[in-house]
């Protein structure tokens, strides 16, 4: 339902880099959605001239399409900065490019779910691998400042009224107000080129009062890395960045560690 004419309710942005397969199939996919009036903006981060081409030859007029063409890679939270300034829901989501939309209610329930609990800054959904086994189901940082990603949904420990506590979501689908989002200034461009973004905004709206969930029953189907590369030693500049941004990540979220190894 993103054909509208008035103000959408959920502004959807996509960031892109080449790979328009996956790109096209998660545009298509939102095609799906159900009962929540929403535009969508592709940020295309400086992908080759093919892509770029078919970018502006796709037509979708289901949801609301418009698209940016970046001459360079802006960066992650430069592109979805520059994504979110065009923003006119009142809620901004964030989509992977290669997530593809299995529900037709997803953004439903994200909604409704965000609405119903005012202490709720910041929502995800359950992210799948393409085998359909849990990717994302929260995620943890622990006292030293490591970040892990829990594949198990932990039902007895961690589901509360159809909800996840998490200490952040990922950008990969992560749904929050304008209102917080225009609050805290958007994701820090510290972080471009990327990695630690999306966790570092969450922090933010922790020390603001809103917490962070996911909703089991919002499941998405997640590629992963097919934008920036696989994780490892196969791609150097990839796992230098990491490195690089941890270490940012951890000297500004050191007083946050502080407090939980004293807890």
Request: glycine share 8%; net charge negative; aromatic share 10%.
């Amino acid at each position: 339902m993103g054909d509208t004419k008035e103000k959408p309710e959920v502004s959807i942005v996509v960031l892109s880099y080449n790979h328009w397969d996956h790109t096209s199939a998660a545009l298509n996919s939102l095609t799906i959605t159900e009962d929540v009036s929403f535009d969508t903006i592709l940020i295309d981060n400086g992908s080759d001239p093919l892509t770029q081409k078919e970018i502006t030859e796709y037509r979708n007029d289901i949801i609301n399409y418009q698209y940016v063409l970046n001459d360079t890679n802006k960066g992650i939270s430069s592109g979805r900065n520059q994504g979110a300034s065009l923003a006119k829901g009142k809620y901004i989501l964030f989509l992977d490019n290669d997530v593809e939309i299995i529900d037709s209610r997803w953004l439903t329930t994200l909604l409704d779910g965000i609405n119903r609990d005012d202490t709720i800054g910041i929502a995800g959904g359950l992210l799948l691998k393409p085998s359909g086994e849990p990717q994302f189901a929260g995620g943890k940082i622990d006292s030293k400042g490591k970040v892990s990603f829990s594949e198990e949904l932990n039902i007895d420990n961690n589901l509360i009224n159809n909800t996840i506590s998490t200490e952040f979501c990922i950008g990969a689908c992560m749904l929050v107000s304008k209102a917080i989002w225009d609050k805290l200034g958007g994701f820090d461009t510290l972080f471009d080129p990327l990695d630690y973004e999306d966790i570092d905004f969450c922090l933010r709206a922790a020390e603001m009062g809103k917490k962070c969930v996911i909703f089991p029953n919002v499941k998405l189907v997640h590629k992963a890395h097919v934008t920036t590369g696989s994780d490892g030693l196969s791609n150097f500049k990839r796992l230098q960045n990491y490195l690089i941004n941890g270490r940012r990540f951890r000297k500004r979220w050191k007083h946050y560690f502080n407090r939980k190894s004293n807890e």
